[in-house]
């Protein structure tokens, strides 16, 4: 037998091989050989979303709203970053049956910049070391070069149409879209002149503001992340700069690329969940009495 012979034979016997555990697997779990072959695609640039994170009543509720909305998406990475001096174990664990492929990380903000439990959220900057930690890492562990991907900050409140990821997928700099409810208003979108160029911006909040655009409303290409490998958010910006002071390092209003039906159309919203009610619950602890602990929530 000669040696292309040998090989056919073997690539014979591996295809065998493959279809046998396809039909055993899906013997046992119908629906996983099609959705396991649909989660990645190689022609498509990875999407790596961003999500800092951290412990209250709601957080088990808003990943798990995320990361199914996140299901739906082929090639999508999430880096979760937990606003927490160790990893808990509620999130790990709720990554590992989540069935998104992860990174896990954490850091805490310092304790100048922790919003108190009665503070105003606007008062301090939130998920700004975590975002900065998860840049971190992207600088580190990925070769844009090799492997073609987008960065999105996915906060862990907010609603996500899937049109928004089909919109970012093939961003080459820094695309940009509008974003439902903030700032005070209906919506905020960047305007776009005749040479479908953005020129300024719709919002009724400093609108002198280099990028006055929300966390939520722009992409960037991973290459622009590498290839700015310093650039950072900076937690000392003042109110409403947060997002400015990390684009204006590596991108040009002019090089924005207008999404969403240049820009007309609104694919995500910045959705604030309202706190619960535990005062029944704040009761039972009082009376060493609590809902059973064991149960998570
Ligand atoms: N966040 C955090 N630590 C905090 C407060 C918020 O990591 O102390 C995260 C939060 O989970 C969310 C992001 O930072 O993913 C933005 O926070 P939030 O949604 O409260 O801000 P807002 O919507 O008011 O801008
Ligand atoms: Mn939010």
């Known amino acids: 037998m000669n040696e292309l012979e040998a090989k056919e034979k073997n690539i014979n016997f591996i ?3 493959l279809d046998f555990l396809q039909t055993t697997l899906r013997r046992q779990y119908p629906y996983a050989v099609d959705y396991i072959s649909q989660i990645t695609d190689d022609d498509l640039p990875t999407i790596y979303a961003i999500t800092p994170t951290y412990t209250r009543h709601v957080q088990k509720a808003e990943l798990t709203r995320l990361s199914q909305t996140f299901l739906h998406i ?3 990475h999430w880096i979760v970053v937990e606003d927490s001096e160790n990893k808990t174990p509620l999130v790990a664990k709720f990554l590992e049956r989540s ?3 992860f990174t896990h990380l954490n850091t805490k903000t310092p304790q100048y910049y922790q919003l108190g439990e009665n503070d105003p959220s606007w008062l301090k900057p939130r998920g700004v070391e975590q975002r900065n930690l ?4 992207l600088v580190k562990n990925v070769d844009a070069n090799k492997e073609p991907g987008v960065v999105y900050f996915a ?4 609603t996500y149409d899937l049109q928004i990821f089909h919109e970012m997928r093939n961003t080459q700099t820094v695309s940009v879209w509008p974003v439902g409810i903030v700032g005070g208003l209906k919506f905020e979108r960047p305007l776009v ?6 020129y300024a911006w719709y919002t009724a909040w400093k609108p002198e503001r280099p990028f006055a655009i929300d966390m939520a409303g722009f992409a960037i290409n991973l290459l622009l ?7 950072r958010f900076d937690i000392k910006a003042p109110r409403g700069y947060i997002e400015s002071s990390y684009l204006i390092k590596i991108v040009k209003m002019e090089d924005l690329e207008p999404k969403a039906g240049l820009c007309t159309k609104v694919y995500v919203w910045h959705t604030r969940t309202e706190k619960p009610k535990w005062k029944q619950e704040d009761i039972l602890i009082k009376q060493g009495n609590p809902s059973d602990p064991n149960i998570e929530v």
């Open 15 to 17: 295809s065998k091989r």
């Open 74 to 76: 082929k090639n999508l």
């Open 99 to 101: 069935g998104v492929v």
């Open 134 to 137: 998860a840049i971190d890492w």
């Open 155 to 158: 906060d862990d409140d907010n």
């Open 193 to 198: 002149n005749a040479e479908q160029k953005v």
């Open 225 to 231: 992340v590498q290839q700015n490998s310093e650039a």
